[in-house]
Structure formats: structure tokens, C-alpha cells
């Protein structure tokens, strides 16, 4: 198992930026971030292999970046030109063995706590 302790949500008006951030307890080949509101499943936001191969969800290409640290056992997501339906709850998710980019959240098997996003019009 892998602890994840993410970090960096907020209130930011549309347009406005954020950055994420998600601490590991150990090194996971595939890591990736997951958002959900109120009333909605979980979707996957984007994800990232141990080479840096990168999957993003439509709704968020071209605005959102996601990057890891290796050394530091740190995932961030860079979010920018944020939109009110991008306010939720964001999770960070990680496969210690499994190398994958998937967006499905089945396929992930440690999870954070989350990290509130609300973004404002």
C-alpha cells in the first residue's frame, strides 16, 4: 500500500489557476488524479506513467498539465483558465505495480483523503 496526502485546493474565480499537489509514502509506477462532485461519479482528469506518458480527459486538454517528481514522490496538477465545472473534489490515486494510464477509477487501487476545488463565476 502507498499513503497519499494531497494538498493545494482552494476558491478561485473561472480563469484563475491552482496547482496540486500529492505526497507518497513510497514510488508507484502510475499515478493520477480523479475529481468528483456532488451528485456525479468519480472521473478520471489525467494520469501519468513511470516514463512521464501522460492520458488527460477531454474536458481538461490544453489546460491542465499533470507532472511527478520521482525523488520527491510527488504528483502535481498544474491547473489553469479553471471553469466552474471543474469545482470538486480532487483525488490523487496511485498503482505501485500496475503501469497504466488509465482514467477508469477500477483500474486504481490507493487513494487520498481529496482536496476541495471550488471555482466561481
Known amino acids: 500500500q502507498v499513503q497519499l496526502v494531497e494538498s493545494g485546493g482552494g476558491s478561485v474565480q473561472a480563469g484563475g489557476s491552482l496547482r496540486l499537489s500529492c505526497a507518497a509514502s513510497?514510488?508507484?509506477?502510475?499515478m493520477a488524479w480523479f475529481r468528483q462532485s456532488p451528485g456525479k461519479s468519480r472521473e478520471g482528469v489525467a494520469s501519468i506513467d513511470h516514463i512521464g506518458l501522460t492520458n488527460y480527459a477531454d474536458s481538461v486538454k490544453g489546460r491542465f498539465d499533470i507532472s511527478r517528481d520521482h525523488a520527491k514522490n510527488t504528483l502535481y496538477l498544474q491547473m489553469n483558465s479553471l471553469k466552474p465545472d471543474d469545482t470538486g473534489m480532487y483525488y490523487c490515486?496511485?498503482?505501485?505495480?500496475?503501469?497504466?494510464?488509465?482514467?477508469?477509477?477500477?483500474?486504481?487501487?490507493?487513494w487520498g483523503q481529496g482536496t476541495q476545488v471550488t471555482v466561481s463565476s
Open positions: 513510497r514510488y508507484s509506477n502510475s
Open positions: 490515486a496511485a498503482s505501485i505495480d500496475l503501469i497504466t494510464r488509465s482514467l477508469l477509477p477500477e483500474r486504481w487501487g490507493c
